[in-house]
């Protein structure tokens, strides 16, 4: 049987719009598929564990005074993540974790959270707290070499620039900024995105893109995932993407 | 031109009951354009006001508020309705004020949005703020919860009126520390019940203290973070309560508080701390007790909130769910009910409900028991469906009927004992669908059924 370690970091603090949703996606999805899925926690004070020794590192979305109290703590834990990331550990990032990975994160006041720098993108909240980028947000991604659309749920006030490899183009809703082109952060291993909702519940493909990654990791002959039951995910997104991308 | 503008927001109240039309909002958000969003400074207002604010049970606790100074012969103003932005009690003043803007009662005891105490209260003095929880409801309406709960505490900050806090709820305690030169500061307590645990049962937030950092020890979890807490480092908690709810018996149901015992007909823990709130504010202006118990043991409520349904001879009980938490309660009460039943979940996304509806993911559906078939409707019927699909129940036994009536149709199809949760903007077309499913099939409609 084969096994998926996913090690979900600041469950606790960083849990905004379902996010704590995905790993039960994620759970879901492999054992439907007889893959054997272990979620462990990491928080504020836990043993520092093994990065390397996970397939895949989940950080969720939080609010400002949580992603204060965690920034040092993340601190510690760089050297951990970064070398796991560059032996091939998935990364996937919403929101709040989206942007510590960044260069830096400074809020509606100006404070400066410093953040793990692993990727050169950086955020930015506009001073008034009353512009937000709030609603539903559909993107168009490319996953596995095909052309996939996205919808989620994006509420965040942080503007992130300076991003290269977005994971996808906006095709409505806000993005990385009010109004922009582009969404998220993306490399063979990283997802990184503004999408709550949470973001595996309508996206399928998302989660067995990353399930494909995680099980095929090392191995000599790739193995396609067993295709499961997915009409209610599929009549959710139609709901949703006829209702957006009707013009 | 004050004057001016009460006499115009005055003939458009009287225009909209000449059309028979309910005058709730709409004079009071003409009124605010035209006095440039200083509407509710016209008012003049000698006597005192309690403003009833929190995420769960403004209503409840408003209307209980309302009935211990009407029983007690006040002339008093209440927006019953729910009417509970700055718009709303603008129109309900200008209902009941003089053309000189006098609003003439012995008290006003309004229910007031969380997110506009600051706006409404800079306007009016305020005798009295009851703050009950906070928790996670239409986020993305009011910002993030952070910065509403900072916006009534900067309030709070120059505030020395009576404060009556819930001491059991970390993000509504902290409201106590804002003003440290407010000596009316009150927090109401209760002890554990029955179903209280040790660890944390449903998704919550603000586990961490809100002045030093340091994670709260909890004694007990009354419901999702509402319990007995402390820091252990700065030692926020430390209080002495005004009034403690104990000996809580939720099968008969019962609880004393401050000496005196109540039987309440509803039987949540969530209506013992309503009824905590209602008791500290007895307490606090000297209600007679003959007065204040038969508020609190006659309280029940209507409007999908445990109301009762025949469909046919098939027994429906809606409840409203607006937050995990309280479609947490419902689960709950569903699961401790022997027998199968069946569930019919409506949910919608409009713009009061929040437009997103991923608060669904924190409701804990793995608690399941005998629940032999799901309905889903509403605008977002789809996703509660994956919700609970991805929860490990079997997608076979999930039925989805995005239209309400063909959905009550489908609940009734079946025998045996029915539930019904209906987020916010679901719960009155649910409960006319079930209406006409009842009128149309024999079964009444009364929460006595």
Redesign the interface.
């Known amino acids: 049987m084969k096994t998926l370690k996913i090690l979900h970091m600041y469950a606790d603090m960083l849990d905004l719009y379902g996010d704590g949703g995905n790993m039960e996606i994620m759970k879901y999805r492999c054992g439907k598929r007889g893959i054997e899925c272990i979620v462990d926690k990491y928080s504020i004070d836990s043993e520092m564990p093994d990065f390397s020794a996970y397939d895949l590192i989940y950080i969720g979305g939080g609010a400002d005074l949580e992603q204060q109290h965690i920034s040092a703590d993340l601190m510690k834990c760089r050297e951990g993540i970064v070398k796991a990331y560059e032996a091939g550990t998935f990364l996937f990032l919403i929101c709040g974790g989206y942007q510590l990975m960044g260069k830096y994160y400074r809020d509606a006041d100006g404070n400066e959270i410093k953040g793990l720098g692993l990727f050169d993108y950086f955020t930015v909240a506009p001073s008034s707290r009353k512009l937000r980028c709030i609603g539903n947000i559909v993107i168009s991604a490319d996953i596995g070499g095909k052309a996939v659309k996205i919808v989620g749920f994006e509420n965040h006030g942080g503007q992130t620039q300076g991003v290269k490899t977005p994971f996808g183009r906006v095709l409505y809703g806000n993005g990385n900024c009010a109004k922009s082109k582009c969404e998220g952060y993306f490399e063979k291993n990283v997802i990184a995105t503004y999408l709550h909702g949470p973001c595996l519940s309508k996206n399928p493909e998302v989660a067995d893109y990353m399930i494909s990654y995680c099980v095929n990791r090392g191995e000599a002959e790739p193995v396609k995932l067993a295709a499961i039951d997915d009409e209610l995910e599929k009549q959710c997104r139609k709901v949703m993407l006829d209702r957006l991308l009707k013009k | 031109m004050k004057r001016l503008q009460i006499l115009i927001g005055k003939i458009i109240v009287k225009m909209l009951r000449l059309l028979h039309r309910n005058a709730g909002n709409l004079p009071g958000i003409i009124l605010w354009h035209i006095s440039r969003h200083k509407a509710v400074s016209m008012f003049r207002v000698d006597c005192p006001i309690i403003a009833i604010t929190g995420t769960n049970g403004k209503t409840s606790v408003t209307n209980c508020i309302a009935q211990l100074f009407e029983k007690s012969g006040k002339k008093i103003i209440t927006n019953r309705e729910g009417n509970n932005l700055d718009t709303g009690i603008c129109s309900l003043l200008l209902r009941h004020c003089d053309m000189k803007g006098r609003v003439k009662a012995d008290m006003l005891i309004l229910e007031t949005d969380e997110s506009h105490v600051p706006v409404v209260y800079s306007q009016l003095k305020l005798d009295t703020l009851i703050v009950l929880d906070f928790f996670r409801d239409q986020?993305?309406r009011n910002?993030?919860?952070?910065?509403l709960i900072q916006k009534i505490n900067g309030f709070c900050k120059t505030f020395d009126g009576n404060l009556i806090l819930n001491g059991d709820d970390p993000n509504t305690a902290r409201l106590g520390r804002a003003n440290p030169d407010n000596r009316n500061v009150k927090y109401f307590h209760a002890e554990r019940y029955a179903f209280a645990t040790d660890k944390i049962f449903e998704?919550s937030?603000g586990?961490?203290c809100?002045f030093c950092?340091e994670?709260l020890e909890y004694e007990y979890y009354q419901y999702s973070h509402i319990g007995k807490f402390r820091c252990p480092k700065c030692g926020f908690g430390d209080y002495e309560p005004y009034i403690t709810a104990s000996g809580i018996d939720l099968e008969k149901p019962v609880f004393t508080a401050d000496g005196h015992t109540y039987s309440p007909k509803l039987n949540s823990i969530y209506n013992v701390y309503n009824m905590t709130a209602v008791a500290a504010c007895a307490k606090l202006y000297g209600i007679e007790q003959r007065i204040t118990d038969s508020v609190i043991s006659k309280y029940t409520v209507k409007n999908g909130r445990m109301e009762n349904f025949m469909l046919g001879d098939r027994k429906a009980t809606l409840n409203l769910a607006k937050n995990p938490v309280g479609a947490n309660m419902t689960l709950r009460v569903m699961n401790e009910m022997k027998g199968e039943k069946e569930l019919l979940f409506v949910l919608n996304d409009n713009i009061a409900d929040g437009?997103?509806v991923?608060?669904?993911?924190?409701i804990n559906f793995s608690i399941f028991e005998r629940v032999t078939r799901v309905v889903t409707s509403g605008t977002?019927a789809?996703?509660i469906?994956?919700?609970i699909?991805?929860?490990?129940y079997d997608?076979a036994k999930?039925v989805?009927r995005p239209d309400l009536d063909e959905a009550v149709a489908e609940l009734a199809s079946t025998e045996g004992r029915k539930f019904v949760i209906a987020n916010y903007t679901a719960v009155q077309p649910t409960r006319a669908a079930l209406k006409r499913y009842a009128a149309k099939h024999g079964g009444e409609s009364n929460e006595n059924a």
């Open positions: 986020l993305d910002g993030e919860m952070e910065t998704a937030e586990r961490f809100p950092g994670p437009l997103d991923s608060w669904i993911w924190d977002r789809y996703d469906a994956v919700r699909k991805c929860s490990g997608p999930i989805v």
